[in-house]
């Protein structure tokens, strides 16, 4: 079972390099990277089944046992973010079967090898179990993305890609600086054996400078408060495919080295008295973070904008739930980025669909959209009232582990601005309904409908996503079972440390 650890980092970086090989057949190119995403999610389904159970899968590479060698790791938690990642990827190489750019290599050369990669990057940060490596895979995904982000020119475009790539060279340095500064007091990065390691140091004001600056490298990633201002400048200039990638993946690979490395690495035990310093910093990062994107969300009049500024204020709650520091919190923060996930990648496709109907992003240049596609109104709906927290969806179980956990401990403050932040998403996603489906199209816009071909591509991969909200909502007991599982595994890792360092050649 073993060499399946290593499967979600061969299928796409073999799919990629196919796809590369292939630069000159857009349309084989296209099947590949279907094909890859499709293998990737087949195997990913499979990890879950093995590690559903709370079970951990190591792979130890060049038969070296860990803490010596690379050690691939799945438990849970990451075999569900490679499933959603796969599942995502799938969604975007469908939908851009529609776009006519997707055909031409000229307009569009690496959107399937550049995917694949971007996402052997994705699942080797998932699946990485030592520190030195998860630098490494970002540096993949940072890559790629940058690729994904220049492709196409604009002056937009390329200002954005440099503030993105510019900021990301910054939290480079930071998390090099950090595992540097982390070998020297405990001499390994492997994680496992860091959990160890770092509590025999008995040096918790280094071990909290370390934390300090690995919160501002994977803060960078994450874009919380106040290092989002790339996210926003970047993502609306996009084509829909790979905004739908970027909103639903990247940052939240940040969150979940978070989740991985605080509670493993640089917890209560390790830092002692300076772990409160850690706590309260996440407290007042999650607030600002929910409360600058929400904020910023509701200023904007172009749907991508708003989806791309509530991308920000979402990050926050998954904050929330690693500040809280309880396992309540740890579980409502996975169960929170599993479901966010879907949902954002789903609103930027919906995006796409309105844009590609109306000619526009801009809300006063859209219109009529619930007259001529009832359809498509509903599959915004879901992912929109989700996204704000409506009951049944996935997202009100979502905020509702969170407000539960912060309740317990105490933080009413933390809880009422979560509140707050669900009431003025609500807003948002009701002024996009409002403008773009219900009223009426203004007479400059035309409102056009899908070819038989667009609809199979674009609403097939939306409807998807869309059912999987409401199957999560209205049966959330054994997402949570799940989530609680993999949260079980963050806030206590003993079971994680001992399969890693008892790994069989």
Not at 7 to 36: E, K, N, T, W, Y
Not at 442 to 448: A, G, I, K, Y
Request: charged fraction near 10%; charge should be neutral; include cysteine.
């Amino acid at each position: 079972m073993s060499l399946l650890a290593t499967l979600p980092v061969v299928i796409p970086m073999v799919a990629g390099i196919l796809a590369l090989l292939a630069v000159s057949r857009p349309r084989l190119q296209q099947a590949i990277g279907i094909a890859g995403a499709a293998a990737l999610l087949a195997v990913s389904l499979v990890l879950m089944v093995a590690v559903s159970d709370g079970s951990v899968l190591v792979a130890a590479m060049g038969d070296w046992i860990p803490p010596i060698g690379i050690a691939l790791v799945v438990d849970p938690l990451s075999a569900a973010m490679i499933a959603i990642a796969a599942a995502t990827g799938l969604a975007a190489a469908v939908y851009a079967l529609a776009d006519p750019r997707a055909a031409r290599t000229r307009a569009w050369p690496g959107l399937p090898p550049l995917l694949m990669f971007l996402l052997c990057g994705v699942c080797g940060a998932f699946v990485t179990g030592d520190l030195f490596n998860l630098y490494v895979w970002f540096e993949v995904m940072l890559i790629s993305s940058f690729a994904l982000l220049a492709q196409g020119g604009g002056k937009e475009r390329l200002a954005g890609a440099l503030r993105y790539v510019g900021l990301n060279l910054v939290s480079t340095v930071m998390m090099l600086a950090s595992v540097g500064m982390l070998y020297g007091l405990t001499g390994t990065l492997n994680l496992a054996d860091l959990h160890n390691a770092a509590i025999a140091a008995d040096r918790p004001g280094a071990l909290a400078a370390v934390a300090m600056l690995l919160l501002i490298a994977f803060g960078i990633k994450a874009a919380v408060f106040p290092l989002f201002f790339w996210l926003p400048a970047a993502y609306p200039t996009l084509p829909i495919p790979v905004a739908a990638v970027f909103a639903g993946l990247l940052t939240k690979v940040g969150v979940y080295a978070m989740l991985r490395v605080f509670p493993l690495v640089l917890g209560p035990e390790a830092l002692g008295d300076t772990h409160i310093l850690l706590q309260e910093s996440l407290i007042w990062i999650a607030a600002l973070t929910m409360l600058t994107g929400v904020l910023g969300a509701a200023a904007q009049s172009d749907m991508r904008r708003i989806l791309s500024w509530h991308i920000i204020s979402q990050i926050g709650y998954m904050i929330m739930g690693l500040a809280l520091w309880t396992t309540l919190g740890v579980v409502g923060a996975v169960f929170y980025l599993l479901h966010h996930i879907i949902v954002k990648a789903n609103l930027f496709l919906v995006a796409g669909v309105a844009e590609r109907m109306t000619g526009s992003g801009e809300l006063a240049k859209t219109g009529g959209l619930y007259k001529q596609a009832p359809w498509l109104g509903v599959l915004f709906l879901i992912p929109a009232l989700s996204l704000a927290g409506v009951p049944p969806l996935s997202g009100f179980w979502a905020k509702y582990l969170l407000v539960r956990a912060g309740l317990e401990i105490g933080e009413y403050v933390l809880v009422a601005v979560a509140l707050v932040v669900g009431l003025l998403t609500l807003y948002s996603m009701t002024k996009i309904w409002l403008e773009a489906f219900w009223k009426p199209a203004p007479e400059t816009v035309s409102v056009r409908p899908l070819s038989r071909r667009e609809s199979l591509a674009m609403l097939g991969p939306i409807t998807v996503f869309a059912l999987m909200t409401v199957v999560i909502g209205l049966a959330a007991e054994p997402v949570f079972i799940y989530a609680e599982r993999a949260g079980l595994l963050l806030v206590e890792p003993a079971p994680y440390v001992e399969t890693v360092l008892g790994a069989p050649r």
